[in-house]
């Protein structure tokens, strides 16, 4: 059984998440294209390089508020997964594809929005055109992240439900985004080691979107155009495997799901 | 009597004191304890046990109970088992269900008790939905642990339709797929209850009484086999009470409801009773028989059933004794008036 029209339709009318994916992204791309541009040397590589970065970096961040809006809200169906899974025609795999669907149809649009955004005001403010080099990329690249955001928070959820409890829940819907800014500003700055950066889920995004949208491969660090480049093959096969176990340590989590009251996760 | 009251206080509300499981020679001395007192009870009940002037059960009513223990003579076919359960919440130090044992075949019951007495929590380990410690409850013939896909159980439990956030009207498409029915006959109640203005909110947007006529509803909808039952009347005005056990009484499936409200029982005279005390499973009775149900302090020669509380022995006797259950609005009432 499939929820995944019905759930795909939740999200898309999720005004919160349009605030937090688009419009809080939107200020920031303000300020990266007006404020923090001053100090970038001339010419057009500069311009793209500098772009990129910022389009990658907020992509990632916007995708993690669908983590977040997932964790959240899955915190309140316990019961309803729990008794859905055994007096319904649901089941934990089925459920798991059909928010992972929801979660690709967002975070396409999310990505779209941020290129769409990016384009617009880097291109304006740089008087010259500053567009994604490789849109099916970055769409394919979406869907993938979209996916595995759904399935670390979904996973990470579980843990907590099944086993932590609920008041650890604060911790854990902040953590995808934790993470986010974590591994996304070091690679903006910090030469962090090759294998780090594939087996890294969220280093492997931020250096795909950037690809995709430079046409250029992503660096070990990406505001230093000379550090040594990034192979996008191994950084699409350690995003996949990543969203494989996430979406099957989900499935299992989720047959084991625990009812609980959402009272349990007050602090005070 | 007032040494009685001396020794034993206000029986409700009071302080859960339990054998302390976690001990198993004191558990075991407690059981003991109980299996002497039991025999001297009258056995299962029938309706030769109820005497001349009442009414036999009802083919529906199901299999005989030894009254007091809750055990049921069991056979096949039964849609809802539960075998000395026990379950305890987390952080908690008292067992919200203590032992209880029953079967419901294809027939309906009735379990009242006081607020807080483990109603809802047994439904729930029913449902899966409540950390079960000790003990086996099976559905549909399948342990509750591992069971799947059965769409034949409904409930009105609010927090099993917390699915997404979405409108009611939404959500009974949801719910229809998911449990492979049409849509058309839970719309048509909808309507029938005066709902239809509800469809467009979601349930965190409608009031205690709508949402819990949305739940009924949605129990008894997609032709269950087991529907299950939280206080569904709580809230509910009485036109929209009357359609409702109109609908409980016409309905196919077995069916267990649990209240705090005695008088709802004249509305069920053929269903089976049981009385949940403390957590403990007591019965099983006959409803319509609740005129001629008394409750006594202490163990009584005539009792047909005997419990314990926290705060001492309680018997319920049939045609005489000391509180009769009838002048009681609801239990927490009652036992007010012994203590």
Redesign the interface.
């Known amino acids: 059984?499939s929820?995944a029209v019905?759930?795909t339709r939740?999200v898309l009318t999720n005004w919160y998440l349009w605030f937090w994916g688009v419009a809080f992204m939107a200020f920031w791309f303000v300020l990266g294209a007006y404020v923090f541009s001053g100090g970038l040397p001339p010419g057009r590589a500069a311009e793209v390089d500098y772009t990129s970065a910022w389009f990658s970096v907020m992509a990632l961040l916007s995708l993690t508020t669908l983590a977040m809006a997932i964790a959240t809200?899955m915190t309140?169906?316990t019961?309803?997964?729990?008794?859905?899974?055994?007096?319904?025609?649901?089941?934990p795999r089925g459920y798991a594809l059909s928010l992972a669907v929801a979660a690709g149809v967002m975070g396409l649009l999310l990505s779209f929005i941020m290129a769409l955004v990016v384009s617009g005001l880097f291109s304006a403010h740089f008087h010259t055109a500053i567009t994604p080099a490789n849109l099916p990329a970055i769409a394919g690249i979406s869907v993938l992240s979209g996916a595995f955001m759904m399935g670390l928070a979904t996973a990470l959820v579980l843990v907590v439900v099944n086993y932590l409890?609920l008041r650890n829940m604060s911790f854990v819907e902040f953590l995808p985004l934790i993470l986010s800014y974590l591994f996304g500003f070091t690679q903006l700055f910090v030469a962090l080691p090759s294998w780090f950066l594939y087996l890294c889920p969220w280093n492997d995004m931020e250096s795909l979107l950037y690809q995709a949208y430079a046409g250029s491969p992503a660096t070990q660090v990406l505001t230093q155009g000379g550090s040594a480049a990034l192979w996008w093959p191994l950084s699409v096969a350690g995003l996949v495997g990543w969203v494989v176990m996430l979406l099957g340590l989900a499935a299992v989590l989720l047959r084991r799901i625990?009812?609980v009251s959402f009272q349990e996760g007050r602090q005070i | 009597m007032r040494q009685f009251e001396e020794q034993v206080g206000s029986l409700f509300p009071c302080r859960h004191v339990r054998p302390n499981y976690d001990r198993p020679e004191e558990f075991s001395v407690r059981q003991k304890t109980r299996l002497r007192r039991r025999p001297k009870l009258p056995l299962p009940m029938s309706s030769e046990d109820w005497g001349k002037d009442s009414p036999p059960l009802s083919p529906r009513n199901g299999p005989r109970t030894d009254l007091g223990t809750g055990r049921t003579a069991t056979g096949p076919g039964s849609r809802l088992s539960f075998r000395n359960v026990f379950v305890r919440y987390p952080g908690s130090e008292v067992d919200a269900v203590s032992g209880a044992s029953l079967d419901l075949h294809r027939e309906k019951i009735v379990i009242v008790g006081p607020n807080g007495c483990g109603k809802s929590s047994l439904l729930k380990a029913a449902l899966g939905l409540a950390p079960v410690t000790q003990g086996t409850v099976r559905v549909l013939g399948e342990d509750v642990r591992s069971i799947h896909g059965r769409t034949g159980v409904g409930t009105n439990l609010e927090e099993v339709y917390r699915l997404m956030t979405v409108p009611v009207g939404r959500l009974i498409s949801i719910w229809a797929a998911l449990k492979g029915g049409s849509d058309v006959d839970l719309r048509r109640s909808i309507d029938a209850f005066g709902l239809t203005s509800v469809v467009d909110r979601p349930l965190f947007r409608l009031s205690t009484g709508q949402t819990k006529l949305i739940g009924n509803l949605f129990a008894l909808a997609f032709a269950p086999q087991l529907v299950l039952l939280d206080e569904p009347f709580d809230n509910v005005d009485f036109a929209r009470r009357r359609k409702c056990i109109d609908l409980l009484l016409r309905s196919d499936a077995s069916i267990a409801l649990n209240t705090h409200e005695l008088d709802l029982l004249h509305s069920f005279p053929d269903w089976g009773l049981f009385f949940m005390f403390e957590g403990q499973l007591i019965g099983r009775f006959r409803a319509g028989d609740i005129d001629r149900l008394y409750v006594n302090r202490g163990v009584r020669e005539d009792s047909l059933a005997q419990f314990h509380t926290s705060l001492g022995e309680v018997s319920v006797t049939l045609g005489r004794g000391e509180v009769p259950m009838k002048a009681a609005a609801n239990l927490d009432y009652l036992l007010d008036r012994i203590s």
Not at chain 1, 82 to 90: D, E, H, Q, V
């Open positions: 059984m929820l019905p759930y939740a809200s309140y169906g019961s309803a997964l729990a008794f859905g899974f055994r007096f319904t025609r649901l089941t409890g625990r009812s």
